[in-house]
Nanobody, 119 residues
């Protein structure tokens, strides 16, 4: 079983930056595809960024602004978010799974979410 705990959300003005962190409780962390999803009120959950091995994925809406990274030694996943826009306002979730999210596999594990609000 994998436990995911997000942190780093908050309120920021448009154009600002935030870094989300996800502490991963997993013995074989590097075996999982890791990613960030978000859900705004009234909208479906969407994949924002993913990472597995040397491959990364970004939604078109965040390319060039968000960067996903991981520190395997610390079992921690990050999402650096720059040039934030009001439309980035959402609950952000860390996720882990056995398959690549960006080709259609659903995550197997989810964190509780952290709120990002851009005014």
């Amino acid at each position: 079983h994998v436990q995911l705990v997000e942190s780093g959300g908050g309120t920021v003005q448009a154009g600002g930056s935030l870094r989300l962190s996800c502490a991963v409780s997993a013995y074989t962390y590097s075996d999982y595809c890791m990613g960030w999803f978000r859900q705004a009120p009234g909208k479906e959950r969407e994949g924002v960024a993913g990472i597995y091995g040397g491959s990364t994925y970004y939604a078109d809406s965040v390319k060039g602004r968000f960067t996903i990274s991981q520190d395997i030694a610390k079992n921690t996943l990050y999402l650096q978010m720059n040039d934030l826009k009001p439309e980035d306002t959402a609950m952000y979730y860390c996720a882990a799974g056995q398959g690549l999210f960006w080709v259609g596999y659903d995550p197997d594990y989810w964190g509780q979410g952290t709120q990002v609000t851009v005014s």
